[in-house]
DNA sequence: AACTCAACCTGGCGGC
DNA sequence: TGCCGCCAGGTTGAGT
């Protein structure tokens, strides 16, 4: 379910959290999905802590202290939920409340000396840890394209991706081999920030759209990151209220509903690669 | 090689 | 406490 920025926010807030806590032990329910065989994915977590957490694209990597790396990929419905006392943080899919820990959905629970505990939930089972070390590290690396805010990020990179592919900008946008972290959500308002239809072929757009498309990528995760995500839940309180940050999306999820461009139309919506897309018959070109 | 699409899994919601 | 079909912010392998 989270993408970039989503993801992005999870991590830093457990950044400042959990690093150098130490771990007493991990539990993994059966449902769990875990890449690695069990046994030894709870061997390289106990009594280890992570040093760091890093982010590419949606997969956030936990540093372990054994110079291994904890891979954890929210997919759909993932949620990382860390609880120490009244002070719960949680970051990723925000349904269901977080009244109870753990509730029907946790799939592993990690326990820190302190008695802070850091939830994984999951409803659909997409999501997954795996443990690997530098070399797998680097092999996963390896297969996402650049981030829009990464500075080597560079118009003649975005450009390269687009020209002579036959796809919609909107399924170009959101290919992770060559940009990192874009997802459904993202790619639709892109698109809409560019004011071009996410239909259009890749390969027809002129100079001028690719580069209005390139600005609005980067502007579009940037501006998204600064507010924490979308439908970042922040939790203070146990007893608190869910405070789901309100959605600044303009044009996702929002079909019949007026454009919020002053000279916009009506948002239509219309499948591509598969996914949901929604766009300003009026003002995206 | 490039592209599309169903599949993975589970719950919520709208329509009947 | 109705039932059914559709949809869901991701990735990937099989098929064309």
Redesign the pocket.
């Known amino acids: 379910?989270?993408?970039l920025?989503?993801?992005e926010t999870i991590k830093q807030d457990l950044k400042e959290r959990i690093v150098n806590k130490q771990i007493t032990s991990v539990l993994l329910s059966k449902?769990a999905?875990i890449k690695n065989k069990r046994i030894d994915f709870i061997k390289e977590i106990k009594n280890n802590k992570f040093t760091d957490i890093l982010r590419i694209?949606?997969?956030i990597i936990f540093v372990l202290a054994s110079k291994k790396y904890m891979l954890v990929?929210?997919?759909?419905?993932g949620q990382l939920i860390y609880q120490q006392g009244k002070d719960i943080i949680a970051?990723?899919?925000?349904?269901?409340d977080l009244e109870k820990l753990p509730n029907?959905?946790t799939r592993i629970i990690f326990e820190f000396k302190n008695g802070s505990k850091l939830y994984f939930n999951d409803?659909?089972?997409?999501g997954y840890m795996q443990i690997v070390d530098e070399v797998g590290l680097n092999e996963?690396k390896n297969?996402f394209g650049l981030e829009p805010i990464d500075k080597k990020f560079t118009f003649e990179y975005f450009q390269k991706i687009f020209e002579?592919?036959?796809?919609?900008i909107k399924?170009?946008l959101?290919?992770?081999?060559k940009i990192?972290?874009?997802?459904?959500?993202?790619?639709s308002e892109i698109c809409f920030e560019a004011k071009i239809k996410p239909a259009r072929?890749?390969?027809n757009l002129s100079i001028k759209e690719l580069k209005a498309l390139y600005l609005a990528s980067k502007k579009v995760l940037q501006v998204a990151i600064k507010n924490r995500?979308?439908?970042?839940s922040d939790y203070v309180d146990a007893t608190g209220h869910a405070g789901?940050n309100i959605?600044f999306l303009k044009v996702?999820?929002r079909k019949g509903m007026k454009c919020k461009r002053r000279d916009g139309g009506i948002i239509n919506?219309i499948?591509?690669?598969?996914?949901?897309s929604f766009y300003c018959p009026k003002c995206q070109k």
């Not at 409803?123 to 997409?126: A, E, M, P, T």
Request: charged share 30%.
């Open positions: 379910m989270p993408e920025p989503e993801v449902k999905i694209g949606k997969l990929h929210l997919k759909m419905t970051g990723g899919h925000p349904e269901p029907k959905f409803i659909r089972r997409f996963i297969k002579n592919k036959n796809k919609s399924v170009a959101m290919d992770q081999d990192a972290g874009i997802g459904n959500i993202y790619a072929k890749a390969k995500g979308t439908t970042f789901y959605s996702y999820d919506k499948i591509l690669g598969g996914r949901g």
